[in-house]
Nanobody, 121 residues
Framework: QVQFMESGGSLVQPGGSLTLSCVVS????????MGWFRQAPGKQREWVAR???????NYADSVKGRFSISRDNAKNTVILQMNSLRPEDTAVYYC???????????????WGQGTQVTVSS
């Protein structure tokens, strides 16, 4: 079964940067549209960014211009570069497979353990 393994989260000061990585255990990663999502304490999980199999990207308004999503098909990896971080970016970040339209593709392992990002001085 496919698994999603996120890493790279940390404590960072406002205005700082972080790079999150997600490794996907599948032999057909090239066929996966991928998305990053996040869940802040007491809030519902929300979509952050997505990248299609052809490299087209979309972003939530809250992160547009600050975050950048990319993929390395040779390494089965999707990356989220986060710049100009704000306290409101504090959340657990998850990656998963999506449809081209951005809907989550549910499976027994839709959500990995996530990686914690804390933005605080």
């Amino acid at each position: 079964q496919v698994q999603f393994m996120e890493s790279g989260g940390s404590l960072v000061q406002p205005g700082g940067s972080l790079t999150l990585s997600c490794v996907v255990s599948t032999t057909t990663f090239n066929d996966y549209h991928m998305g990053w999502f996040r869940q802040a304490p007491g809030k519902q999980r929300e979509w952050v960014a997505r990248i299609s199999t052809t490299g087209n990207t979309n972003y939530a308004d809250s992160v547009k211009g600050r975050f950048s999503i990319s993929r390395d098909n040779a390494k089965n990896t999707v990356i989220l570069q986060m710049n100009s971080l704000r306290p409101e970016d504090t959340a657990v970040y998850y990656c998963t497979r999506t449809t081209l339209a951005g809907s989550v593709v549910y499976s027994p392992n839709t959500w990995g353990q996530g990686t914690q990002v804390t933005v605080s001085s």
